[in-house]
């Protein structure tokens, strides 16, 4: 068992703090997350291009006061190809060997996606852009129950793999809670000859009304016992907590059973739940020193 767990990875994503508070959160985050040694840890950026500056600026702090690997995520919404190629040239220069390459959302308003005239089209051209520039390791996003934006499972499939033929070294999964529909989702991809990690995003669940407002908007699903796990508990956050932490422990315990050994977990920037989580899939401090 000692032996199994060494092998077990994890990577932690944050988003860049817009309030004094806020910092202090995520910080205080950083600082209780980074003993357990993640192999790095991503820096989310607005769906817009909205956080530029604050990305960058957390993304120097990580640099300059921890030993761990930034990832900062990039994505092709709002501009050109020469600003995108000019801010991956500097996070090169300031050390950072890895990025997280996105399509990103469109901004607020906008049906229906629109590539920038002068930008990178979709992820796959972004990566393809990035590997030009300098050799970074990128990680590129999956979605087992397919993007929403998707018209069907055999179109993601291939966008899939175009962003790993791209050059892209790894991809990691949109939050999901039905593991069956995650494994379902590595067998299609080993069929389509897709052979790079796959890692799957787990979302600890903070707030219940937040989490369904997400899943409406990255397609994924809420299964009914779920919903019916948090029922009743709207004005009581302890047993919330409690609930979140065995649903997620659950749910990562299945996985390892199959074989997996290496989770990325959307931490809202708070600590609590994910240090407990990785706890019980044995990724510890002295495991992490040794």
């Given amino acids: 068992m000692g032996e199994s767990n060494k092998a077990t990875q994890v990577s932690f994503e944050f988003f860049p703090p817009n309030t004094e508070a806020m910092e202090k959160t995520l910080w205080s985050s950083i600082e209780r997350l980074s003993v357990l040694k993640p192999r790095f840890v991503s820096v989310t950026y607005g769906a817009d291009g909205s956080t530029r500056e604050r990305t960058h600026a957390a993304v120097a702090r990580i640099l300059k006061e921890t030993d761990l690997t930034a990832a900062p995520h990039l994505t092709c919404i709002a501009a050109s190809r020469g600003e995108i190629d000019d801010i991956a040239r500097q996070y090169w220069d300031m050390g950072v060997r890895h990025l997280v390459a996105l399509r990103g959302d469109s901004p607020k308003g906008v049906e229906k996606y629109q590539p920038h005239a002068d930008g990178y089209a979709y992820a796959s051209d972004l990566v393809e852009g990035l590997r030009r520039i300098a050799d970074f390791d990128i990680s590129v996003a999956a979605y087992p129950e ?77 299964p009914e016992w779920l919903v019916h796990r948090f ?16 649903v997620a422990i659950e749910q990562v315990n299945l996985l390892k059973k199959q074989g997996i050994e290496e989770f990325h977990f959307y931490t809202l920037n708070r600590s609590e739940l994910t240090f407990a989580i990785c706890h019980a899939l044995g990724v510890r401090p002295q495991q992490a020193a040794a």
């Fill in 146 to 222: 397919v993007h929403p934006e998707a018209p069907n499972p055999l179109f993601d499939l291939d966008n899939l793999k175009r962003k790993l033929d791209a050059g892209a070294t790894r991809a990691i999964t949109q939050f999901f809670f039905d593991v069956d529909a995650y494994m379902r989702f590595r067998g299609l991809c080993a069929a389509a000859g897709i052979d790079a990690q796959i890692v799957p995003g787990i979302l600890p669940i903070t707030r219940f009304p937040q989490l369904t407002r997400f899943a409406e908007q990255c397609g994924a699903s809420v």
């Fill in 231 to 246: 029922e009743g508990l709207e004005d009581d956050a302890e047993t919330r907590q409690l609930i979140a932490a065995s």
